[in-house]
């Protein structure tokens, strides 16, 4: 990661904090001001990639003479920048953990320049993930037992994109990605099926199966639909049985009306005494399809799911935000019109029976009775407190969502007109929200 990673912003106000020798720690709050339409909740994500943003956050030569010689800085701001390292403090939601509008994800403190500066890569990062992983858990909740598997890296904006969406899917609770370099990465189980190239690359639909089968006996799965999939689907049954294919394999649709084809497909490869065959449905699909895919009673096994989970199709940003909420001992805040802010650290605390919405509190007040804390510290001096685990991580945040979805409340789970958990204040936070905002009215610092 690069020190150029941010906005000119954010390096002018860090130039200007450094030359007037502005070096008092800053806590910033990064939170979700309110949920898309058709959102009860969002899911914690991209924790590890900022961890490791915060991390590695520094300027080379080449940047500096940027800096200097095209952007304007001064010598001396820029043999500051030169010696800069993140050196902060992160408290966060750990990843997997549901949570809802006006919450904190993540707090940095640190001395004010470099949290200005970390601002850009951090809200990035935690902003897309969480958007991504929101939309994968709706494909969860959509699908039932179905599996999930992550098609979209060919759709994402971008590369690295396409890893994010398979790490977060993961998070969420697919089984698998198409995404090789991402499976590899985080220990994600890769996928893939042919295309419809292959079959039209041979003769026909039998010479294609056969020679996929042949040189992949494992798990085979046929694409079925290239010119008419009930055909397809019987010159699958023919090559398999004249193999004599017995392990898992199946068959995958991927147009048309997938409930009816589905069944017809379910009905072929029963007669022929294939009932262990799965069937998996692709094809612009997203938790609304698959909701009424599920209540046609279609029997498909699993569902390959791209474009629109990739880049969140229906609500693809979140109305997020990282404002600063104290400079030294001052607590700050702003009273802009809809983008007010609280002022101080916080922490959230929560209801494990989820009997009521969670509770924004200040950050050293003792959790009210019967909630528990959510955000936890996750790095110190600049450094991580645990090691960074790839394939770990995700597994522990996968963890915790099942754990959260299975906690969740029946309205904030529904695809359409979802009911969120409101956030409320603490008496604690309130009380210094009401000071700090009357001291603002009267143009002083608290």
Not at 345 to 368: I, N
Not at 386 to 412: K, Q, T
Request: negative net charge; hydrophobic residues 45%.
């Amino acid at each position: 990661m690069t020190g150029l990673r941010t906005d000119l912003y954010e390096l002018r106000m860090a130039a200007s904090y450094l030359r007037r020798d502005m070096v008092a720690p800053a806590t910033f709050s990064l939170f979700v001001r309110r949920l898309p339409p058709r959102r009860g909740f969002l899911v914690a994500a991209g924790l590890a990639e900022a961890l490791a943003f915060l991390e590695g956050f520094a300027f080379d030569d080449a940047e500096l003479g940027y800096l200097r010689d095209v952007v304007g800085l001064d010598q001396p701001t820029v043999a500051a920048l030169a010696g800069l390292r993140f050196t902060g403090d992160v408290r966060a939601v750990p990843e997997g953990r549901v949570v809802f509008a006006d919450e904190p994800l993540l707090e940095v403190t640190a001395p004010i320049a470099e949290a200005q500066l970390v601002e850009t890569g951090v809200l990035n990062l935690l902003t897309f993930h969480t958007t991504v992983a929101s939309k994968a858990a709706r494909c969860r909740l959509a699908a039932g037992d179905a599996e999930l598997v992550d098609f979209a890296f060919r759709r994402t904006h971008g590369i690295e994109a396409g890893a994010g969406v398979a790490r977060a899917s993961a998070i969420a609770g697919f089984a698998a990605t198409s995404d090789v370099e991402a499976a590899w990465r985080y220990g994600l189980q890769p996928s893939g099926t042919m295309a419809h190239s292959y079959v039209e690359a041979f003769p026909d639909e039998r010479a294609a199966f056969r020679a996929f089968a042949a040189d992949f006996p494992t798990n085979p799965v046929f694409l079925v639909d290239t010119y008419d999939t009930p055909a397809g689907v019987r010159a699958a049954v023919d090559v398999i049985t004249e193999l004599g294919l017995t392990g898992p394999l199946g068959v995958r649709l991927d147009s048309g009306d997938l409930a009816a084809l589905a069944q017809q497909t379910r009905a072929i490869l029963d007669g022929a005494g294939l009932t262990q065959a799965k069937i998996v449905a692709s094809g612009s699909l997203d938790e609304d399809v698959i909701a009424t895919l599920v209540a046609k009673g279609a029997p498909i096994d699993a569902y390959g799911i791209g474009t629109r989970m990739g880049v969140s199709f229906d609500a693809p940003s979140l109305d997020s935000a990282y404002k600063l909420v104290a400079f030294g001992d001052r607590p700050v805040l702003k009273l802009s019109p809809g983008k007010a802010t609280l002022p101080g650290p916080k922490q959230v605390f929560r209801d494990p029976a989820g009997a009521s919405g969670d509770v924004v509190g200040l950050r050293d007040e003792p959790p009210p009775a019967g909630r528990e804390p959510l955000l936890v510290p996750v790095m110190r001096g600049g450094r991580r407190l645990e090691p960074a685990d790839p394939a770990g991580e995700v597994c522990a945040a996968r963890r915790r969502f099942d754990a959260d979805l299975a906690w969740l409340p029946e309205g904030a789970r529904r695809l359409a007109d979802p009911t969120p958990l409101t956030a409320t204040v603490s008496p604690g936070l309130a009380e210094l929200r009401d000071r700090v905002t009357a001291q603002a009215g009267r143009g002083g610092a608290y």
